[in-house]
Nanobody, 121 residues
């Protein structure tokens, strides 16, 4: 089992910045891909950014140029630096970890409880 704990959310003004952290614990010894997702009330959960075990990154269009995902494997921690925040970025942000091959018994995915990000003046 893997446990993920997000932190760093809060209230920020438009144009401001936040840095989210996701710390993994438990059986976190295999190469996990990590991702940040977000979900606003009444909306579908969407991918914000992802990072592979090797450090390759990908971003949703809404995040490109503003957000940066990174990881510190020694600390089992993934970060999401969010700059130039907009009110539409308001959502609960979730950390995700996944490993293995989708559809096979060794595939595992885990979710954190989420951290609230509110962008408002």
């Amino acid at each position: 089992q893997v446990q993920l704990v997000e932190s760093g959310g809060g209230l920020v003004q438009p144009g401001g910045s936040l840095r989210l952290s996701c710390e993994a614990s438990g059986s976190f010894f295999s190469p996990y891909a990590m991702g940040w997702y977000r979900q606003a009330p009444g909306k579908q959960r969407e991918l914000v950014a992802g990072i592979s075990s090797g450090g390759s990154t990908n971003y949703a269009d809404i995040a490109k140029g503003r957000f940066t995902i990174s990881r510190d494997n020694a600390k089992n921690t993934v970060y999401l630096q969010m700059n130039s925040l907009k009110p539409e970025d308001t959502a609960v942000y979730y950390c995700n970890a996944a490993r293995g091959i989708i559809g096979l018994p060794n595939y595992r995915t885990y979710w954190g409880q989420g951290t609230q990000v509110t962008v408002s003046s």
